[in-house]
């Protein structure tokens, strides 16, 4: 398993716009291609204006594969022209569960 945590730091006063589209159309797009959402959450306390999600994928072939289909979306094209301004930063962070990490998530 590998999981693919995303942390998007956004510009002040774009996040809501950002979470309002993404509900309607980006995540519903992102689950279709992507599959497993572990978490969609924005930050409360330390850095504000964040939206933290994680995605679990088989192994690194699986995540590349689907990534590839949903870049090749024309949908996806139009809502990253849309949201990828709001965007002030970006990070991304490839993890690979220990054999004991708990996937109550998984289920």
């Not at 509900?23 to 204006?49: D, M, R, W």
């Not at 569960?97 to 996937?103: E, G, I, K, Y």
Request: glycine share 4%; proline share 6%.
């Amino acid at each position: 398993m590998l999981i693919d945590l995303r942390i998007y730091t956004f510009h002040p006063g774009k996040l809501g716009e950002f979470l309002k589209l993404s509900e309607a159309e980006i995540l519903p797009l992102q689950t279709k291609h992507c599959g497993t959402c572990i978490f969609y959450s924005t930050s409360e306390t330390g850095v504000l204006n964040q939206l933290i999600q994680a995605w679990a994928y088989e192994d690194a072939a699986d995540r590349d594969r689907r990534r590839a289909a949903l870049w090749a979306d024309p949908e996806w094209q139009r809502l990253g022209a849309i949201a990828l301004p709001w965007i002030a930063h970006q990070e991304n962070r490839l993890l690979k569960p220990t054999a004991f990490s708990p996937r109550a998530w998984a289920r």
